[in-house]
């Protein structure tokens, strides 16, 4: 991919070009209502359930389809980029995206729902890449950790304003209008983006690795859908969980041999790995799943099991984790442009790991105020971990490569996500289990446990975030930029001069 021909890569290093602010603003209005609808529908699963007349595990494919679907396109949004074009490729995913939740709405049994939710993702999965694959080559080297803070905002607010969304459309509406409040979000997206984004050349000899995709495709959906199942079989070990688990590991194993050894453009460049801060990154995004976000499970089970809130209640009393995330996003992105990533991820982790440590002592009775405290702690420290760890995931790749790393950030946040999510409903059904003789308080005793275990996997990330890249490595990036915009100045001096 080719950097954004209406964006020009900023040259004095302090903030972003109003251009790329209004690529951002096209791209961003597309992605929230990706963001948006996934946590909004997670809310949704006992109400669909009873007004569908499906048992919880059937209307649980709601959810499920949707991220297989999802996370199966991923792997194609590079090779859709060059076939098509970037803009093509954006409008097309966002229409799909629509008409999936327009036919969502419309769902007159459990089984269309899911069919139509399998339609929503594949158009979300191709989103997600082409938004970030087009943001930072827009942004160029120098503005990375600016440009995550734009790129991350979605995310970051989805989980914490999604189910406040959700149980008010469900409090007051019809369960429809959970996908309904997308088709006027989505067609702002198209108007701005048919009318916003440059149009980019398409490749027509553009090479598709079909063994590569018949191999990490199914490779990821077996995953992905195997972890799933973990926490409702009680552990790894059941045949639902260990056959699509292993399963999954078999193919994506015959794509690392596939991919390191084609003389072909392989669908996902694996030697990026090569690059330290690319894998640290990765690494990170992953663990992420266990130790950043394991709590984002518990925090909701928390207050609706052992507080006996609703799910609208449980959400507003999580809203102060979404203000301390908005409170460090914007200096975390300038912070990791002038010093880098390590400094600012390392005290992310330390924000949010004393943000969760009130939790490890709450009980039936905790003051809220204390929590809500901890809880604007604890998102300031999730903000300041998300963003640095983005942006080097980039720091150093060309143009060429910026396609193909947004394919293994994403896919890496979906394992991630997957472990993480099987992981603590294990950790979680292990500690209510042993608390059975002891009522709310033995209860409240569960959740404590399962919350320690969250501060010990956040404290174990701390060691590959000591790999990311620091101010050394900052100021070594600017003085080469620095060098090759001499040599760049220099050679056009010298062409006019010859003329």
Known sequence: MKP???????????????????????????AMAVMFDTTIVNVAILTLS???????????WVISAYVLALAMVIP????????????QTWLGALALFTVGSMLSSLAWNIEALIAFRVLQGIGGGLMLPVLQTLLVNAAGQRNLGRMMSLVSLPALLGPILGPVLGGLILSQLSWRWIFWINIPVCVAALVLAWRGLAPTAPKRSSYLDVVGLALLSPGLAAMIYGLSQAGSHGGF????????????AVLLGGFVFHALSTKRPPLLDLRLFAVRSFTASNVLLFLSGLSVYGAMLLLPLYEQQVRGQSALAAGLLLAPQGLGMLLTRGYAGKLTDHIGARPIVLC???????????YTQAGVDTNELLLGASLVVRGAGLGAVTIPIMAAAYLGLRSDQVAHASIATRITMQLGGAFG??????????????QTAGGLA??????DNAFWW??????????????????????????????????????????????
């Not at 194609?76 to 803009?87: E, L, T």
């Not at 982790?349 to 440590?357: E, M, N, P, S, V």
């Open 50 to 60: 009873r007004e569908l007349s499906a048992s919880v595990s059937t209307t649980q």
């Open 442 to 447: 033995g209860r409240a005793a569960a959740f």
């Open 454 to 499: 969250s501060i010990a996997l956040t404290a174990l990330a701390i060691i590959p975030a000591l790999f990311l890249p620091g101010s050394r490595e900052v100021a070594a990036r600017r003085a080469e930029q620095a060098h090759a915009a001499a040599g760049r100045a220099a050679s056009q001096a010298a062409s006019v001069r010859g003329r």
């Open 348 to 358: 992310g982790f330390l924000l949010t790991i004393a943000g969760t440590l009130a």
């Open 76 to 87: 194609v949004s590079g090779w859709a980029m060059d076939r098509f074009g970037a803009k």
């Open 421 to 434: 999510a099987a992981v603590f409903a294990l950790i979680l059904q292990t500690q209510l289990g042993a």
């Open 237 to 248: 070990d059941n045949p639902a969980v260990l056959l699509p688990v292993a399963s999954g």
């Open 4 to 30: 954004n021909p209406q964006v020009k890569e900023p040259t004095g290093g302090e903030g972003l070009d109003p251009a790329f602010l209004k690529l951002a603003l096209i791209l961003l209005t597309g």
